[in-house]
């Protein structure tokens, strides 16, 4: 069982930066895609962005394209979403997931393992 686990949320203003990292319990993650979702309240959960571990290839959504970068840590095993100039409807719980295979999936029922969530909260 591969447990994910993210961290770096918080409440920031609009314009400010985070970063998100979620840490893995595998030794590798080399067969896996990863991505990161979110989940405003009273909506449902939406596709952000995700990666090809081995190869880098990226797929990220239209709402955070220029703002949002996915990359990976091959050393740490770590995958991070760098946010910059957040905008308030950006308030999610992002979520960091994980699927075997070697497509940046947009859809979260293709992913089997899920972090618990980290909570941004972007005032304006």
């Known amino acids: 069982q591969v447990q994910l686990v993210e961290s770096g949320g918080g409440l920031v203003q609009a314009g400010d930066s985070l970063r998100l990292s979620c840490a893995a319990s595998?030794?590798?993650?080399?067969?896996?895609?990863m991505g990161w979702f979110r989940q405003a309240p009273g909506k449902e959960r939406e596709f952000v962005s995700a990666?090809?571990?081995?190869?880098?290839?990226?797929n990220d959504a239209d709402s955070v394209k220029g703002r949002f970068t996915i990359s990976r840590d091959t050393a740490k095993n770590t995958v991070y979403l760098q946010m910059n100039s957040l905008k308030p409807e950006d308030t999610a719980v992002y979520y960091c997931?994980?699927?075997?295979?070697?497509?940046?999936?947009?859809?979260?029922?293709?992913?089997?393992?899920w972090g618990q969530g980290t909570q941004v909260t972007v005032s304006s």
């Open positions: 990666i090809v571990w081995s190869t880098g290839s990226r």
């Open positions: 997931a994980g699927r075997l295979g070697f497509t940046a999936h947009v859809m979260g029922a293709q992913y089997q393992f």
């Open positions: 595998v030794r590798t993650f080399s067969p896996y895609a």
